[in-house]
C-alpha cells in the first residue's frame, strides 16, 4: 500500500507539474496552427506570471490577478502580431526580443514597485488560488485504491488546473467542429487560397494570437498565484521551450498534446522525487543530473521516437499578398 500511495503522490506531482506545459503547449497550438511560429511563449507566460502576482498583491484578489496576467500575456501577443504579421518580420526574432524583454522587464519592474530583489509578496490567502476540495474527498481517502485516487488525484487542485484539462476538448472542438477553427487551419496551410476567398488572413492570425496570449496568461498565473505562492526571477525556467517541444511531439493536435504535456510532467515529478535517493547499482545520483534529466529526456524524446513531424505549411512564413 506505501507503494501505490507513492505512485499517487508522483501522479499527483505529474497533474501539477504539467499544468502550465499543458496551456503554454495549446497556446502554441493555436498560434502555429495559423502559420504563426510563436518561440515567445516563454516569455508571455513570465509576464503573466509576474503581472497575475502584482496584481494579486496589490489588489488582494486572486481573480484580478488572473484578469492582469491574460490583459499583459495577451498584450505581448499583439506585440509578436504587429511585428510578424502587419509588418512581416521574422517570427523567431520577434518572439526571442519578447523573451528577453520578459526576462528584463519583470526584474525591473519587481524591484522598482516591491523592492524585494524582483520578486513579489508572497501571496496570501484570497490573494491565490486555493485548492478546491470534493465531496466526500476526505471520508474517503483511507478507502484502499479508490480513496487516494479520488481525494489525490481528482480532488484538491485549485479552478486552473481543472481549466487546463478542460481547454484539451474545447481545443479540438474549436480547431475541428468551428468555422473559425476550420478557417484558421487554412491559414495555417494556404494562406493566399483564404485570402481569395474573401477572408482576413492578418484578422485570423491576430484572433489565434488573442488565444495564445489568454492561455499563457493563465499559464504564468498558475505559476506564480498556485504552484509558488508569488512571482521570482525567471520562474518559467524553460517551461515555455519545452511546451514547444511537446507540441512538436504531439505532431499539433490537441490530446495528444495533453498526453506530451503529461509526459514531460512525470518525468519531472520523477527527478524531483528520485533526487537524493540511492538508485539500483548506480547509487546515490547527484542533485544537478536528477534536475537536468527532464531536459535529456526531452531531447532524446524527440530525437528518437517523435517520427517525421510535419508542421502547417505556412508556419514561420509572413503572407505577402499577390497583385
Known sequence: MDSFNAIVQVLDSTIRLSVPLLLACLAGLYSERAGIFDIGLE?????????????????????????????????????????????????IVSGVAINFVAAGSTIILGQAWFQQGGRT?????????????WPAAEAVRNVPILGPIYAELISGHSILVYFAFAMVPFTWWVLFRTRFGLRMRAVGENPAAVDTAGISVAWLR??????????TGVAGAYLSMVQNGGFVKDMTAGKGYIALAALIFAKWKPVNAMFACLLFGF?????????????????????????ALPYVL??????????????????????????
Open 43 to 91: 516569455g508571455k507566460m513570465l509576464v503573466g506570471a509576474f503581472a497575475g502576482a502584482a496584481a494579486a498583491s496589490v489588489f488582494h484578489s486572486a481573480f484580478i490577478g488572473l484578469g492582469m496576467a491574460i490583459l499583459i500575456s495577451v498584450a505581448f501577443a499583439m506585440v509578436h502580431g504587429f511585428a510578424s504579421i502587419t509588418h512581416r518580420g521574422n517570427q
Open 206 to 215: 491576430y484572433r489565434a494570437l488573442i488565444c495564445t496570449g489568454i492561455l
Open 121 to 133: 509578496p508572497a501571496l496570501q490567502p484570497g490573494e491565490r488560488f486555493e485548492a478546491i476540495v
Open 298 to 323: 526531452t531531447v532524446i524524446l524527440l530525437a528518437g521516437f517523435i517520427g517525421k513531424a510535419i508542421p502547417p505549411r505556412a508556419g514561420g512564413v509572413p503572407y505577402v499578398k499577390e497583385r
Open 267 to 291: 518525468l519531472d515529478a520523477a527527478s524531483i522525487r528520485l533526487q537524493g535517493s540511492p538508485l539500483p547499482i548506480i547509487g546515490k545520483v547527484p542533485v544537478q543530473f536528477m534536475q
